[in-house]
């Protein structure tokens, strides 16, 4: 019985190590739409999307990088930050963009 817990555990492990670089590559993408939708929409659809995918946002939000304070339209260095949860581990990431 210990083994067979074991091998799912690995398994699990696996998948989810795969998984994991879907949140920076939802950034990424995220940053790609920066011209047509505003922070809010760009916010909603990466949480939606990270949600559809088995994901538990605790946050995604958009920040100046300067003081991680919310942008203005004038706004150019930011950040986008996120951190959500894939089955019991906790992920955190960013990306940093000049608009």
Known sequence: MMVWRF???IAIYNSNRKKASQLYQTLKN???QIKDKTFKQIENDVINHLTNE???CDYVTFCRQENLQTPNA???KLVLLAA???D???L???IEFDR
Request: net charge negative.
């Open 7 to 9: 091998l799912q555990e």
């Open 30 to 32: 995220a940053v790609e």
């Open 54 to 56: 088995g994901w538990q």
């Open 74 to 76: 004038n706004d150019n």
């Open 84 to 86: 959500a949860k894939l």
């Open 88 to 90: 019991k581990v906790r």
């Open 92 to 94: 955190i990431d960013n």
